[in-house]
């Protein structure tokens, strides 16, 4: 396909519409199957890549309110609550670690510590990733900055492009299932999961459902990547370079202080969400705009603004309008009786696969985690409900699945937004190549270690 791929793609995404459009679907409404017929338009065009997904997601915006498919409050929905304005608070904190030098200061020290050979990279990726998903609540911007810190290491090593593109890889790949260790560590997904099993779940709960897990999730993937990403040679760190260039920077500065003051306030705020009733985004979009303020802030100025991508909120607006939308006409609930049986399995395990494998296959089709849970997440609760599992079961099984499941770039935005030369460097033949095998580790999670967890510590 090659240079003809995007060409193909418009193709095959404009003939799936007109092709689902001109479909008879018995007991989906005719604005169900509009927005049937422009979701898998859409998704086409993500998974051929046919231009960047920022002005996919535009387009597919504007064709449902074209088409009068859903009322325009309704496809905007996201933007009249706490969730986008969490996305802009999470780009202006995560600029503001950058650009006030701790984020790097961190990450210095703690590499002249642990990092001394490519397995020692790999493994402080995820480490690093870690300890500043406490920190930055969002997992892109985190990844840009341990990016900033590894093409430190690749200059300074002299590391082959090749090995160098792992390394890349690696840094966006870890974000995938570190971001489910805490509640802020992906302050969107994450929190929308909590809201989609209608509990209050606060931070401490989030960790003692979510956390060990996807420790393990993690740990898991690690293993995967140094097993399917070996160096073309061993890495030799100067760390008397890394060292120079942490002398450099000399003590903290009043602006790093200021920073890590902020950071430290709205990390209790996060943690203690249970408490005070707030939510995070509102939280985050406070802390931000704290930054600004004379005196107290002034470490995030005017062309701040920058850092906030337009095009990763027109994506995120469309992902989360996938499943909105598609709940109004009708399409979600066609969905869920057109793939679900009758009956639901009575073996706690076997239930488990068929949630993961569910997800999976939806997961698939659409592309989106977020359009996913729109989906299948309603659809499962009610499927669920006659055995009377608790509802978080069900939730959290449904993201499990496609919150570390990908195989194709832009079925993760952590994955997606790496892609390419001047981020990442890497390309959609290595997400692949770890995607297919990662699909076993969303099996072996679901069912081999969140069931056991949770009957451990009394959710099941």
């Given at each position: 396909?090659?240079k003809?791929?995007?060409?193909?793609?418009?193709?095959?995404?404009?003939?799936?519409a007109v092709?689902?459009h001109l479909?008879?679907?018995?007991g989906?409404?005719?604005?169900?199957?509009m927005?049937l017929?422009?979701t898998?338009?859409?998704?086409?065009f993500?998974g051929?890549?046919?231009?960047?997904?920022?002005f996919?997601?535009?387009?597919?915006?504007?064709?449902?309110?074209?088409?009068?498919?859903?009322?325009v409050?309704?496809?905007?929905?996201?933007?009249?609550?706490?969730?986008?304005?969490?996305v802009?608070g999470a780009?202006l904190?995560?600029?503001?670690v950058k650009?006030?030098?701790?984020g790097?200061?961190?990450?210095?020290n703690?590499?002249?510590?642990f990092?001394?050979s490519?397995?020692?990279?790999?493994i402080?990726t995820?480490?690093?990733?870690?300890?500043?998903?406490?920190?930055?609540?969002?997992?892109?911007?985190?990844a840009?900055?341990?990016?900033?810190?590894m093409?430190v290491?690749?200059?300074?090593?002299?590391i082959?492009q090749?090995?160098?593109?792992k390394?890349?890889?690696?840094?966006f790949?870890?974000?995938?299932?570190v971001?489910?260790?805490?509640?802020?560590?992906d302050s969107?997904?994450?929190v929308l999961?909590v809201?989609?099993?209608?509990k209050?779940i606060?931070w401490?709960d989030?960790f003692?459902?979510?956390?060990?897990?996807?420790i393990?999730?993690?740990i898991?993937?690690?293993?995967l990547i140094?097993?399917?990403?070996?160096?073309s040679?061993?890495v030799?760190?100067n760390?008397?370079?890394?060292?120079k260039?942490?002398?450099s920077m000399?003590?903290?500065?009043?602006?790093?202080?200021?920073?890590?003051?902020?950071?430290?306030?709205?990390?209790i705020?996060w943690m203690t969400?249970s408490?005070?009733g707030?939510?995070?985004?509102w939280?985050?979009?406070?802390?931000?705009?704290?930054?600004?303020?004379?005196?107290?802030?002034?470490?995030?100025?005017?062309?701040?603004?920058?850092e906030?991508?337009i095009?990763?909120?027109?994506?995120l607006?469309?992902a989360?309008?996938?499943?909105?939308?598609g709940?109004?006409?009708?399409?979600?609930?066609?969905?869920a009786q057109?793939i679900?049986?009758s009956?639901v399995?009575g073996?706690?395990?076997?239930?488990?696969?068929?949630?993961?494998?569910?997800?999976i296959?939806?997961?698939?089709?659409?592309?989106?985690?977020?359009?996913?849970m729109?989906?299948?997440?309603?659809?499962?609760?009610?499927?669920t409900?006659p055995?009377g599992?608790n509802?978080?079961v069900?939730?959290?099984?449904?993201?499990?699945?496609?919150?570390?499941?990908?195989i194709?770039?832009?079925?993760q935005?952590?994955m997606l937004?790496?892609?390419g030369?001047e981020?990442?460097?890497?390309?959609q033949k290595?997400v692949i190549r770890?995607?297919?095998p990662?699909?076993v580790?969303?099996?072996?999670?679901?069912?081999?270690?969140?069931?056991?967890y949770?009957?451990m510590i009394g959710?099941?």
């Open positions: 396909m090659g003809n791929k995007p060409i193909i793609g418009l193709i095959v995404g404009i003939l799936l092709g689902i479909m008879p679907l018995a989906l409404s005719a604005a169900g199957k927005c017929a422009l898998f338009m859409t998704v086409a993500w051929f890549q046919i231009a960047q997904p920022g996919t997601a535009g387009l597919y915006l504007a064709l449902l309110v074209v088409f009068n498919v859903a009322p409050s309704v496809i905007f929905a996201p933007w009249s609550g706490p969730i986008m304005y969490l802009i780009y904190i995560a600029g503001a650009s006030s030098g701790l790097e200061r961190i990450a210095y703690f590499i002249l510590k990092v001394d490519y397995r020692s990279i790999i402080s995820f480490l690093l990733t870690f300890i500043l998903s406490v920190l930055i609540p969002h997992p892109w911007p985190r840009f900055l341990i990016m900033s810190v093409a290491i690749v200059k300074n090593a002299d082959p090749e090995d160098a593109v390394i890349g890889f690696t840094v790949a870890a974000s995938v299932p971001s489910l260790i805490f509640l802020t560590g969107v997904l994450n999961a809201q989609a099993t209608g209050a606060g401490i989030w003692i459902y979510m956390g060990p897990p996807n393990i999730a993690s898991l993937t690690c293993i140094l097993f399917l990403f070996k160096p040679k061993e030799s760190l760390k008397e370079e890394i060292q260039k942490l002398a000399g003590s903290m500065k009043p602006l790093e202080v200021r920073t890590a003051i902020w950071i430290f306030l709205a990390i705020f969400d408490i005070h707030i939510h995070l985004g939280v985050t979009l406070i802390i931000a705009m704290g930054m600004a303020l004379p005196a107290v802030g002034g470490i995030l100025t005017p062309k701040d603004w920058s906030v991508p095009h990763i909120l027109l994506f607006t469309a989360i309008t996938i499943g909105t939308v709940g109004v006409t009708g399409m979600n609930a066609w969905i057109t679900l049986p009956t399995p073996n706690i395990y076997i239930l488990a696969a068929f949630i993961a494998t569910v997800s296959a939806i997961h698939m089709a659409l592309g989106s985690v977020i359009a996913v729109g989906i299948a997440i309603p659809a499962l609760l009610l499927f409900q055995i599992i509802p978080i069900t939730v959290f099984l449904v993201y499990t699945a496609v919150g570390i499941h990908y194709l770039p832009f079925q935005l952590s937004i790496g892609q030369e981020n990442g460097m890497y390309t290595e770890l995607g297919i990662l699909t580790v969303v099996y072996i999670m679901c069912v081999c270690v969140l069931i056991p949770w009957k959710l099941l």
